[in-house]
């Protein structure tokens, strides 16, 4: 289950990551422009518009229902980006509407990793489930920063300009379309998979806490708007993960100007992702060892992000700090921030589902989720209209994590469901 559950999630990322790796090989290809590029990222925050439906879906049908669901549309839209039309701007309309149905499955894959960790895990191994299934959609990203560099060829020459002449467009094409295909043939197994197998919930409860009754959907909206410690720790999340992403998924954007080829940009948003997915499930089972830590280890997470996130910036201003802008620089300080920032995200999602219980897990995960993906909304928003100059976007990182790490600062912790499983149960 935690297997399917996560690679579902995987295909998830790297569909909603293609285009952004390999954004100057579409441009050539596709005839997209510097707005196509940044809504083709944007389709993922709009996919959460039915974030609460797919909540209550979880809550009353149960995880088979709601990932059989998830799962169809992502085939559904793996689909409509391979329909070969050879008119450029129906075919730019039908990977539009591709990108927006695989957004329509990140309520799904990244709410239902907390429900799916209490449903099937122990108490001592909830942490560690968590931070499997919800950071392999993290790894997915990272795939597509390298498969996409890897088997797409870039149209940068040595002066970084998209020179028609000196490459194959209809060969770069070919070779996009060939990506498109096997992420399909990819999320159309993961379906098969999850139709023949993917039970709702194990025989036997594992813990207290899984057979326990939760609120209702009503009463947990109004139990979380009005829980102030949990208003504090969801924006504590929301807004440096929301930036995060939407900084991530333009990432090539980011670079391009600053002379960085497209392979190198691939390579530095790959290692950002894998270092913060094998970090996050160090950190969640270190959690898992060591119950009650939460708060301390995100503290710890945050104060590197926060760093992290300012040597890049500065790095990236060299005329006006002269600090040293080279490849290792770039890598070192762009891999520090994937890792502090994305192995924060399972640590978050079991404080969140500590601080609320017995509000159900996909709930208390999709108001945060949710939220977060407003923040990448509103900052690829006004991206689509100043897409020219990227100081801006990139100092947002070190104010979003100074932010985080104060609130986290001021945050006061409470551990209501593990209360109930160690004290109860005994």
Known sequence: VLLLFSLLGFAQGLVWNSWGPIQNSARLAFGFSGW????????????FAPCFFFMWLM??????????LTSSLMVLGAGLRCVPVS??????????GGQLLNGLAGPTV?????????TWFSPDERA????????????????????????????????????????????????????????????????????????????????VAAASQ????????????????????????????????????????????IHVSQVDAGWIGFWSIVGGC?????????????????????????????????????????????LPLTTATLYTSCILLGIFLNSSVPIFFELFVETVYPVPEGITCGVVTFLSNVFMGVLLFFLTFYHTEFSWFNWCLPGSCLLSLLLILCFRESYDRLYLDVVVSV
């Open 110 to 118: 990244m709410n239902a990793a907390p429900f799916l960790s209490t």
């Open 128 to 207: 560690t489930a968590t931070a499997i299934a919800s950071l392999l959609n993290y790894l997915g990203c990272a795939g597509a920063f390298l498969v996409g560099p890897l088997v797409v060829p870039s149209p940068n020459g040595t002066s970084h300009r998209l020179l028609a002449s000196q490459s194959n467009t209809e060969h770069i094409k070919d070779r996009i379309e060939a990506v498109l295909y096997a992420e399909f043939g990819m999320v159309s197994l993961i379906f098969s998979a999850a139709l023949a197998y993917f039970p709702s919930r194990p025989p036997f409860p594992p813990s």
């Open 36 to 47: 196509d590029i940044a809504l083709l990222v944007f389709w993922g925050p709009i996919g």
């Open 278 to 322: 094998v970090v996050g499930i160090a950190m969640a089972r270190f959690a898992d060892f060591i119950r009650g830590m939460l708060k301390f280890i995100l503290l710890l997470l945050l104060s590197g992000a926060t760093l992290a996130s300012t040597w890049f910036t500065l790095t990236c201003l060299t005329s006006v700090t002269h």
């Open 59 to 68: 809550d009353k049908k149960g995880l088979r229902v709601t990932v059989l």
């Open 87 to 96: 008119d450029l701007e129906i075919r730019k309309k039908l990977i539009h």
């Open 214 to 257: 939760r609120l209702s959907y009503r009463r947990s909206f109004c139990r979380l708007l009005s829980n102030f410690r949990f208003l504090m720790i969801a924006l504590a999340y929301a807004i440096p993960l929301g930036v995060f992403s939407g900084w991530s998924g333009v990432l090539d954007l980011i670079l391009t100007p």
